[in-house]
């Protein structure tokens, strides 16, 4: 799964119906969605992490948690995960059971 701290979540939103387009009024999740999106831009912006690293926010699939992560911005790299790897399986492997 590849994610970035902003085109991630955007993508998240087109993948769950949110149309950006819509002249409707928002719903709550979709104001929760932005500004998410908003808090990662400006965490991002003032370099919290580093000129080197940036907070990225994702979604295991399998276990439905969320997950935050920093981020190598050069390589991609997962510097810094919660929960970790280690923590998702072990709840994908719960729900499993029960």
Do not use: C, H, W
């Not at 709550?28 to 500004?35: F, G, I, L, N």
């Not at 276990?63 to 997962?78: C, G, L």
């Amino acid at each position: 799964m590849d994610i970035t701290a902003v085109s991630g979540v955007s993508t998240m939103m087109t993948q769950t119906g949110v149309n950006p387009g819509l002249t409707s009024a928002p719903s709550p999740a979709t104001e929760d969605r932005r500004a998410l999106i908003q808090a990662v831009r400006a965490v991002n912006g003032a370099e919290l992490y580093g000129q080197e690293n940036e907070l990225s926010f994702a979604f295991d699939r399998k276990t439905r948690q969320a997950i935050v992560r920093i981020v190598d911005r050069k390589t991609r790299e997962v510097v810094q995960q919660i929960p970790t790897e280690q923590v998702l399986r072990l709840a994908e492997e719960l729900q499993q059971r029960g």
